[in-house]
């Protein structure tokens, strides 16, 4: 998937490791990702590493940590 910059303003999007950077690219989805490119994160990466990842994150948005707690419920 290309990234877009709006996306990840602080670096170049090119140089994001999908694996090393697991954390970072699913956080920056989560909390300001399109349609296609939330579509793109929940086929990508492994749902308990979502869930991992959104039970620890001290940047995601309230709400946006309360709807991924409610969409990974199930999964």
Known sequence: M???QSLFWDTNP???DLNKN????????MDFGRDDEVRW????????LMKKVV???RSLRPETKALWTLLLQTT
């Open 14 to 16: 090119e140089n994001i």
């Open 22 to 29: 697991a954390q970072y690219v699913i956080e920056r989805i």
């Open 41 to 48: 994160l929940w086929n990508f990466y492994d749902k308990v």
């Open 2 to 4: 290309k990234f877009r």
């Open 55 to 57: 039970a620890k994150s």
